[in-house]
T-cell receptor
């Protein structure tokens, strides 16, 4: 299979920084996505990485190391509204489908 | 931005009946749409890939005769759950591929919560 692993739950404090890790099988890798999903709602796109390095977009950054099969999503200046599930998804080979990890439920506390 | 709608947002049906869920890309054309199901506190599980004008590609373990998919136009795909049973109760989410090069990202609909009694 193409196991995509991420922590199940994380807790952080408002105003702090949190890093959510994702590891995946590297064979056939063709891009990695991070999505945010609030309970009962659709996932919304956060970031896309296909080359090694850091992609920064406001308070959110995403990092990729293809050789290590590793990515992380970094959230800065946490706000209460950031409490949500964060989904790591990988595209393999030339296809269009995504394989999702189990998601990380982030709880931001005051 | 790209918007994907789903209808209905919630549906309750009796065991043995069929339910149709619509997925529409509102401001872009999507040759490829995807159907996922999501159980509480779990991630998205791909059910099938829907290609406009051709048969859907189902993931292993998904019964194609139970989950009928039709992608008749570039903006509409439908999922029909036939002879629904309580174990089919779930959150069904569609997505449409609309992002440009290189991400070709998927845009997700708001989901349909199906409850089978």
């Amino acid at each position: 299979g193409q196991n995509i692993d991420q922590p199940t739950e994380m807790t952080a404090t408002e105003g702090a920084i949190v890093q959510i890790n994702c590891t995946y099988q590297t064979s056939g890798f063709n891009g990695l996505f991070w999505y945010q999903q609030h309970a009962g709602e659709a996932p919304t796109f956060l970031s896309y990485n296909v080359l090694d390095g850091l992609e920064e977009k406001g308070r959110f950054s995403s990092f990729l190391s293809r050789s290590k099969g590793y990515s992380y999503l970094l959230l800065k200046e946490l706000q209460m509204k950031d409490s949500a599930s964060y989904l790591c998804a990988v595209r393999y080979n030339a296809g269009n489908m995504l394989t999702f990890g189990g998601g990380t439920r982030l709880m931001v506390k005051p | 931005g790209a918007v994907v709608s789903q209808h209905p947002s919630r549906v309750i049906c009796k065991s043995g009946t069929s339910v149709k869920i619509e997925c529409r890309s509102l401001d872009f054309q999507a040759t490829t749409m995807f159907w996922y199901r999501q159980f509480p506190k779990q991630s998205l599980m791909l059910m099938a890939t829907s290609n406009e004008g051709s048969k859907a590609t189902y993931e292993q373990g998904v019964e194609k005769d139970k989950f009928l998919i039709n992608h008749a136009s570039l903006t509409l795909s439908t999922l029909t759950v036939t002879s629904a049973h309580p174990e089919d109760s779930s959150f069904y989410i569609c997505s449409a591929q609309g992002g440009g090069y290189p991400s070709y990202e998927q845009y997700f609909g708001p989901g349909t919560r199906l409850t089978v009694t």
